[in-house]
C-alpha cells in the first residue's frame, strides 16, 4: 500500500510558489506516504490544495536551485542537501528544522529462505546481490555506503551493489528480486512483499535526520506559516511515529 498511485505524488507540472490556497511539497520520497496522510488530515479543516514532488533529496535540491522544480517548502533526507539549498540561497538557515530521524535495515524479499543475516554475511556466498540507493543523489544509499566502508565491507562487496535512484525503485525490485538479494533501506519503507533480516549498527554512519524549511520564495506566505506550525504538531508527530520514524527530539 504504499506504493499505490505515486502519480499523485509526482507532480508533472509546477505551480507558482505560494499561490492563495495551494501549497507545493518537494518531499524526500521516504517521507511521501506519511506526508499525504498529514496532507488529508490538513485539508479536513483548511481549504488547501497539495502538490506532492517526491524524489531523492539531491534531485529535488538540484532541481531547485537549478529552477527545474519550483516549492513552497522543502523536506530533505539529510542535511547534506538542506546544506546546499542554504548555500544556494534556496532557504533561510533560520528557518530549517530537524523533526524525525529514521534507520536503516537490510530486508529480502518476503519469499527468500534467508531468515537471519549478520552484517558480515553481506560479503558471503548467501548474498549475491545488494541493492542500495544511489550515494550520489538519495540519503539512504549514501548511509549505506557509508555502512559498509566504516565496518571494511565495501571492497569486499562492491561487485555486488546495484544502486536504484530513489527507495520506493528499490523496494519494488527488491520485492521482485531473486532469494539471494539484500537491500538496505530506511526502515520506514519496509512493506508487506518484504522481510527484515538485520538492523544496521547506528554507529556505522551518521545520524540519520530529517530537515525541513520553507523556501524563501514562499517564507512568510500565510498558508505557508499555517501549514508548517501545523507540522509541528502532535497529530503530525503521531503520523510519522506511526509510520516508524524516529520523533524523538535530534
Known sequence: WLFVSFSLCIATSFFPSARAGELT????NSTCNAMNRVGDLYRANHPVRFTYQCKSSGLLAKGLRGGALSADIF???DLEW??????NGLVAEDTVTSPWGNALVVA??????MQRLDWQDLASDKVTVILIG???????????KEALEASGLWDRVKHKIQTRKNIELLADSLATSSTST???????????QLRQLHAVDK?????????????????????????????HS????DVFKAEDFDVSAP
Open 182 to 192: 539484500v537491500g538496505i533501506l530506511f526502515k520506514t519503507n519496509m512493506t508487506d
Open 203 to 231: 554507529s556505522l554512519h551518521k545520524p540519520i535526520r530529517y530537515y525541513m524549511a520553507p523556501l524563501k520564495t514562499s517564507a512568510g506566505n500565510t498558508e505557508v506559516t499555517a501549514f508548517l506550525k501545523f507540522m
Open 25 to 28: 511539497l518537494a518531499l524526500a
Open 82 to 87: 538542506m546544506d546546499f539549498a542554504i548555500e
Open 108 to 113: 529480502t524479499p518476503k519469499g527468500s529462505p
Open 234 to 237: 502532535k497529530t503530525v508527530k
Open 134 to 144: 544511489d550515494p550520489s543523489t538519495a540519503p539512504f544509499g549514501r548511509h549505506a
Open 75 to 77: 523536506v530533505s533526507a
